[in-house]
């Protein structure tokens, strides 16, 4: 086996996927999203980003930041920046767009304030392509977004770290935050268009940022036994050992979510030792009274 051979079977999504390292529940906590377009190179931690606008969007709370900026190598854009809000409420989840000359001139409205900005009507796709945070979203993100692009798909960005490198490529759908993992243009287009109609596309989906992991793994288990693909169909409420899942028709689940050991071992991420790992798991969802 020659060096390249050698150094794409350690990559870490290829490890990932050999295993079937389980995706759900393991999409970021987020309920609000913060995307801001940088057309320049992004550092490796965002808390540490040298434009102390941006450093202090990171550690707001009740924020997730995002950087993002169009597909394609190279793409340096005038004029002002996109900047999108996003709340991925059940009941009221949205996204607007601002425009600012610089990140300083964005205020975060406080957690119960409406979004400022022009509404957006089409979902978004943002695609991780953080090379600094692991080479597999350098590659296989940006393959992905490339090729959205040039299959003629609307609403895609380039993103920063949405977190799980080894299932790229990842993705992140707004407004309804949903998360995906091993998309590839098919998925991925899938995942985009069920927001359209408000629905989610539930493969390859590594759960809803609004809820807890074990919430994520509720949530879909309780999907996948009934079909809904409502997006704003279910509430989460985290309980002693797994979850409380309600339908807006008044219908209620107990989905109890353990942790089990994986396959393993596999590295979390490229360069880093592998280790062993282990996953949320759901026990067939229990109807409540």
């Not at 913060?34 to 490796?44: F, G, I, K, N, T």
């Not at 709370?61 to 793409?75: F, S, V």
């Not at 090379?131 to 040039?150: E, F, K, M, N, Y």
């Not at 409502?230 to 339908?247: F, I, K, M, N, Q």
């Amino acid at each position: 086996m020659d060096a390249a051979t050698t150094r794409e079977a350690q990559r870490c999504t290829v490890l990932s996927r050999a295993l079937d390292e389980p995706l759900a529940g393991t999409a970021p906590v987020a309920q609000r999203w913060v995307c801001v377009e940088q057309r320049s190179a992004w550092p490796q931690e965002l808390a540490a980003h040298p434009d102390p606008a941006l450093a202090a969007l990171a550690t707001t709370p009740g924020w997730r930041l995002q950087l993002i900026r169009r597909p394609g190598r190279g793409r340096h854009d005038d004029g002002p920046l996109h900047v999108y809000l996003a709340d991925t409420a059940p009941g009221r989840s949205h996204t607007t767009l601002l425009t600012l000359d610089a990140p300083a001139d964005l205020a975060l409205p406080a957690p119960d304030e409406p979004l400022p900005g022009t509404r957006v009507d089409d979902p978004l796709l943002m695609v991780c392509t953080h090379g600094r945070r692991d080479r597999c979203c350098a590659l296989d993100g940006r393959a992905l977004a490339t090729a959205l692009v040039a299959a003629g798909e609307p609403h895609i960005w380039e993103s920063s770290h949405l977190g799980g490198h080894r299932f790229a490529p990842t993705a992140l759908v707004l407004p309804t935050g949903y998360l995906y993992g091993r998309l590839d243009v098919p998925s991925a287009i899938a995942a985009r268009k069920a927001a359209c109609p408000g629905e989610v596309e539930p493969a390859r989906c590594r759960g809803r940022s609004t809820w807890s992991p074990r919430g994520q793994v509720a949530e879909l288990a309780v999907r996948a036994a009934t079909g809904l693909r409502d997006a704003d169909a279910l509430s989460v409420t985290d309980a002693p050992g797994g979850a409380v899942v309600t339908a807006r028709d008044g219908r209620r689940w107990a989905v109890d979510v353990s942790e089990v050991a994986g396959e393993g071992p596999r590295p979390p991420s490229c360069g880093v030792d592998a280790a062993p790992f282990s996953a949320l798991q759901a026990t067939a969802p229990r109807a409540l009274a």
